[in-house]
């Protein structure tokens, strides 16, 4: 062993005493340098906790924040319910009025052009409304029940679409080009049943008319057919001309 890491050699050179003072000296600078580590360390971890204490804080300001802004979007909420529940109440109404009066009509529908109905279905009206687009149409089909009933008549639908191309009869499916499904196409109802679409226009058709059939399978049988003239349904006439298949 060298004799720097002797302590017996320093002993017997310097004196024991000042070997033990030195030693003395030695253990005083390691603890008063690790007090200074640990007051450092103190230092630090206060200082991240008054940091970890803002943080708590300002998110404990957020959500106050934002329960106020629920409390506050919860009232909108409740009024707008009020409001949308009064709506539909008078939307109710206005269709229990609307009902009775397209209930008036069949009955004189009956007497004036009974071939119109079937088993007290009758097709209602059609519209049809242009869109911003170029060729794009909206058309809206109302089938009524115009019976009181319990039971629910069931049934489905075709829509076709005739025009011509080039002075040549062309027909198409408008359900088909309203994307409207196979089985979106049949119905189940006790007051009326609506179908709406949006289509784009076949290139170079010049529309003539559109011809809609409804079959009847469940509360009432047999088939209904009428025809729509383009002219009257695209200005979305209320009482559209209507002919038998037989003038077709």
């Known amino acids: 062993m060298k004799p720097y890491f002797n302590l017996k050699y320093w002993q017997q050179r310097w004196g024991a005493f000042p070997v033990f003072v030195l030693l003395i000296c030695v253990a005083v600078l390691v ?5 200074l580590a640990g007051v450092w360390h103190a230092k630090a971890l ?30 909108e909420l409740d009024i707008e319910r009020s409001a949308n529940q009064s ?6 109404a206005l269709q229990n009025d609307n009902y009775g009066l397209r209930r008036d009509l069949a009955f004189y529908q009956k007497i004036m052009a009974p071939e119109l109905q079937e088993s007290g279905v009758t097709i209602d009206s059609l519209t049809v409304t242009k869109n911003r687009s170029e060729n794009h149409f909206h058309f809206s089909l109302a089938v009524l029940q115009i019976e009181q009933r319990r039971n629910f008549v069931q049934g489905n639908v075709t829509v076709e679409l005739v025009g011509r191309i080039d002075g040549k009869k062309e027909r198409y499916d408008l359900l088909k080009l309203a994307n409207i499904a196979q089985d979106e196409r049949s119905f189940s109802m006790r007051y009326f049943s609506l179908y709406e679409g949006d289509f784009f226009m076949p290139e170079g058709l010049v529309p003539e008319r559109v011809e809609v059939k409804v079959q009847l399978t469940k509360g009432g049988r047999g088939t209904l057919d009428r025809t729509f003239f383009w002219k009257e349904i695209s200005r979305g006439d209320a009482n559209p001309g209507v002919r038998s298949d037989g003038d077709t």
Do not use: G, N, P, T
């Open 31 to 35: 603890v008063y340098l690790a007090y």
């Open 87 to 92: 709506l539909q109440d008078e939307l109710s």
């Open 46 to 75: 206060k200082e991240e906790v008054s940091k970890q204490s803002q943080q708590l804080e300002q998110l404990y300001q957020r959500i106050e924040q934002m329960e106020y802004q629920r409390h506050v979007l919860q009232v």
